[in-house]
Each structure stands twice: as structure tokens, then as C-alpha cells.
């Protein structure tokens, strides 16, 4: 964080300054809602959550070397600078918007069901050939996540790219009110947070809120093979850019070529008339839709093709996200940071190129509204007329992935080989693991991240057969 005094914070919050008028002045090295990660000239902002008041922790933080703190409550008695707010969490976001808004460097935004951690890291990887880049860490990419990622944009930081999740309306209005993206990119319209959205227009509604608050000559990326994105024809007198594999799109692939769990290679089509060709080095057809997503971005900030070209090449996979772990017995698919029915297919059809033995081991799908037992049974005959070895389906709504992966190996006839079984806990199937996985198998791990599976990866990691 950089150039933000005490005067600025509590002018940008509506907040009132209690303390030594002399330090109205001083600047805020950084932000941090954790007491434990307070360093020096940091500001604190205490969190009441929903068992821990972050408020206890204020004296501890100020001896620890914090600058100033927030606080919902009047700190009387006291020797150090707080600023008095009638919401710790407005406050926060209140001061990143105020801080963004300050800063001289583009922003990239985005958003969609599927897919947007995955094109954060390709976006990120094509812009870092040209540009000092800033990108969201882990899930930090909500009403809380996404202010502290902001403040940590440095001076050197020329390109920011921001991961934005929301699971209701009004929320997308608040995040890009703080983030005022220059580039939008939405990968797709999928079967997510139903519970609060509804149905996919409830879903293409909420996600599309962050075009009121675009910066001026917005760039707007958006997936063209997506129904529902595709009706979106202009915004605020801007048209779109569109991406995807047909030939109607700006940006459109061809010539694409699976090489099995090494990844996938394409011909990339630019709307200049140019091509390059992409090496994808991550499995999984989808990823040819995140290399569109890194070319049109690339593009727009003035990438070269060379550049694009290098930065798809360069793209490294993070945890729980289609990462391939190669130990010294097995392939594991580790992408158990998230799950639903559109994510969860284009996993098992990653799986399907395994040259050995292929195990699917998914899970529960959470939020999917009242469908959702629906969904999970269609997910499981997928996985089943996919031809999946070992369908392993653990969890309560796994249960209708079991009854549909079995409904579709005995409607279809499919070999004796292709099996089904259901575990109702993880802990249940981490008890037959030794029994269930052989050498030489390829293992998908899938589900929500609440179901953290995460463990059944670190197990597998582990195994020596």
C-alpha cells in the first residue's frame, strides 16, 4: 500500500479521527484484518465475526506496532490513534474503493460460474511478459477478500487482475464499485448459487451488475459460445468482445488438438486476421477457452503475439485447481477447490484421457438450489457413460451421482470393469482407500470445497503401492 494518511482513511470511511492530531498525517504501510499479520505502520480493522470479535485484539495489535485501528466502539482511555466507524466491513471497503481510485494502473475484472481462478492465472500469466502484475490470492475475491487484495497494489504494480465471486445480487455492485474494472471478462453463465439466484438468467443478471461501475473505455471480454452471454450486445454504447470456439467470435480457436493429460494444443485466431499457435500445457479442453480469454486481454493492453504466445506456454497450475500431481504410483487430478455439474464434467472428461486405469473420486455440489438432486444424478451417469473405471461418490447428495452413474452402466450395458460405489463420509472412503486405488490409476478428486477433499489428495500424495 502506498501515499494513504490517517486523514485520507478516515475522510475515505466517513470515520471519525480520536487520537494525536500530530499523526493525522502519517501513511499506513498496509491493511490486515488478522491480528497476527500486523506489522509496522499497519492499519487494523477488526472484524466481528461470528465467534471471535476482532475488537479483543485491538491493544494487542497496537503494542505489536499497527499505526491506527478502526473500531465500531469508542476506545476511551486509550493512547493510540482508532478511527470511530459504524462498520468495520463498510469501512474496509469503503477505503480500498477510495485507495483503487487513487492508484494509475488498469484492472482487469473477472467473473463467471466456472472457470474463474483457472483464466485468472492464464490472464495473469499472458500480461506478466509485458507488466509488473497483481493478482487475487487463493479465494480472496470477496466483500472482504477483494478490498484487502487492492491494498496490496505497490507502486510498482502496473496491472491489477481481480477474481470476483459473488453468490447473490448487489454483491457483484459492491465489488466492482471498489475494483472500477477496466477490462470485464465473464467466463460463462453456469448452474451456480441457484439457492440465491434462482435460475441461469438470475445467475447472467447478477454477474453482469459489474458493468455499472466500469472505469471510462471499458474493454468488455465475454465467452460468445455461452447462451446467455451472448445476448449481451452493448453496454453503455460499448459493444463486446467475444471469445470462444466458433468462427462468429473476435477471438476463436481452431485446429484443436488434445494430447492427453499434457494438455492441448490450438490454433488461436486474432481479430486482426492473425493466428498464433497455443501450447497449453494444463489438460482439459476448457483451458483452450481461458487461452482465448489471456489473448483478448493480452490484446487489448497491447500484448504482441509472441507475448500471448509465451504467456499461455508459461502457464503453471495452482492447488485444487486441474492440478496434475504425478507421484510414484499414481496421476492425480487434484481439482477439489470447487465443484458444480459444468465444472465437474469437464473434470471427468480430463480423467478420460488417462492411459491406465481411471478413478473418479467426487462429492457433494453445494448451493444448487432445488435441483439439485437432479443435477448431481445427471453428473453421475456423465461420469458413467464417459466410460470411468471407478466412480467413488461420497457425500449426502453423492448419493444421486451413485443411483445415476448406476442407472446409466445398467441401461447401456457397459463392461462389468465399470464400477460404482457410494461412501456416505470421506472418512468412509479414506478407510477402503488401500483396497480401491491400484499402481499405474489416474485419480480425479472432486467436489465443493466444504467437502474438503483437499485431504483425499494429501492421502493419495502419501500412498506407496
Known sequence: MKHMSLEQIACACGGTYYGDESKKRLEVSGVAIDSRKIEKDFLFVPIKGERVDGHTFIPQVMENGALCTLSEQELPD????????????????????????????????????????STKEMIASVLEQKYSVLKTAGNFNNEIGLPLTIFNIREEHEVAILEMGIDGFEQMHCLAKIARPDICVITNIGYCHLEALGDRDGVLKAKTEMFDYMNENPVIILNGDDDKLITVKEVNGQKPVFFGLSKENDYYASDVKSLGLN??????????????????????????????????????????????????????????????IKTNCLTVIDDCYNANPVSMKASIDVLTNALGRSVAVIGDMKELGENENTLHFETGMYAAEKGVNIICCIGPLAKYMAEGAREAKESRDFSEEQIVLYFETKEHFLGQIDKLINRGDTVLVKASNSMKFNEIVEKLQEMNL
Not at 469503503?94 to 474463474?116: F, P, Q
Not at 477457452?289 to 507475448?307: D, F, I, S, V
Request: with cysteine; glycine share 12%; proline share 4%.
Open 78 to 117: 486509550t493512547d493510540y490513534p482508532y478511527i470511530l466507524v459504524k462498520s468495520t466491513v463498510q469501512a474496509l471497503q469503503d477505503i480500498a474503493g477510495y485507495y483503487r481510485r487513487s492508484l494509475d494502473i488498469k484492472v482487469v475484472g473477472i467473473t463467471g460460474s466456472v472457470g474463474k481462478t
Open 263 to 324: 494438455g492441448t494444443k490450438c490454433t488461436l485466431h486474432l481479430p486482426d486476421g492473425e493466428t498464433l499457435t497455443a501450447e497449453i500445457h494444463i489438460p482439459g479442453n476448457h483451458m483452450v477457452y481461458n487461452a482465448l480469454a489471456g489473448a483478448a486481454a493480452g490484446y487489448a493492453l497491447g500484448l504482441t503475439r509472441t507475448e500471448i504466445k509465451s504467456g499461455i506456454a508459461n502457464l503453471i497450475p495452482v492447488a485444487g485447481r486441474n492440478n496434475l
